[in-house]
């Protein structure tokens, strides 16, 4: 069957959070995604979202609105089961732009599985056959604040408390210390950085916080000092995996290339979308290494892609899905559902199976390109 994509459109997408996320980078209020949805000659939709960060991909949902109809021009015409073709197209068109690339990949594989007639998972040689526990993350904040939003979190369910650190070394060992004590030691904790310490302070600071029973600890260092990571890895009581350090599969090779971390960190707006991802997950495989799958500020439809993909591989062990928990609004229809203590369930819809809310879509800006 002759299958070409027709028209493209493009969605500014913002969704106020409930209250502030706060990173070392900064704090978030709104979730500025960018939502694609692409249209075939033969009446599929498919439908795909990212979540820009500027501290952390350099883009955000004003670029990502402007690069979409360069991309899409890219696109028009041309059959979106040839996913490689595609993604090789928008990558000829402008470098990096990982995030808004990752929407329009996974609008491409969302129509590929409904062409192929079974759910995202099963196209990309999943299966359905393990339970998806997301963590939930405590924001960067005063002592006391970050010790009662974990009792918060403990108290809703959550079986995993995800921390977030990088403030000065000895305010981030009180910081967990208020927090292991409000909470015990018995619930799983991991941390993350989010780049903020250097590569003199870090195996100080983890070897203080060695005592705290971490599971791991995220990107500790600046992203552009990662031939320093080696030397931390090494000698590091916890841990250490790479996020911002990892973008596409190119960045997971040299990693690991170096011996420069335990774990990686694989999200779609980073790796430019699933394709790309596949590429990084196949490192690991190889290397024997266990991943985290997360994400952005992507609502239900980015992070049901997500969910798919964690499907794929008994190297994902562990999931950051609880940003969508975290929007006031949810505009998605069918998609993951979040049921008691973090558990995710991933239906067996043909395809994605997310959709935005018509009514939701109408009122977005947006630009149709054909």
Sequence with gaps: ????????????????????????????????NVLVIMRTTNGITGFGECSPFMTINGENMETGFAVGPHLAKALLGKNPLEIESCVNAMDKVIYANASIKSAFDMALYDIASQHAGVPLYKFLGGENNKVLVTDYTVSFDAAAKMADEAVNIVQNGFQIIKVKLGGEGDSDVERMRAIREAVGMEIPIRIDANQGWTSETTLGILEK?????????????????????????KQSPIPIMADESCCD???????????????????????????????????????????????FLESRLGFTAAAHLALTSGNIVHVDFDTPLMLEQDPVEGGIVYRENGKIEVGDAVGLGAKIDEKFLNALESVVCK
């Design 249 to 295: 599969h190119h960045d997971a090779k040299r990693l690991l290339d170096l011996n420069a971390c335990d774990l990686l960190n694989v999200k779609m707006g980073k790796s430019g979308g699933i394709f790309k991802a596949l590429k990084i997950i196949s490192i690991a495989e190889k290397a024997n290494m266990h991943i985290q799958l997360g994400g």
């Design 209 to 233: 916080l060695k005592k705290y029973t971490i599971q791991h600890c995220e990107e500790p260092i600046p992203r552009w000092d990662f031939m320093n990571l080696p030397k931390i890895k």
């Design 1 to 32: 069957m002759n299958i070409s994509i027709q028209q493209i459109e493009i969605y500014k997408l913002p969704v106020r959070l409930k209250k502030p996320f706060i990173i070392s980078l900064g704090p978030f209020y709104y979730a500025e």
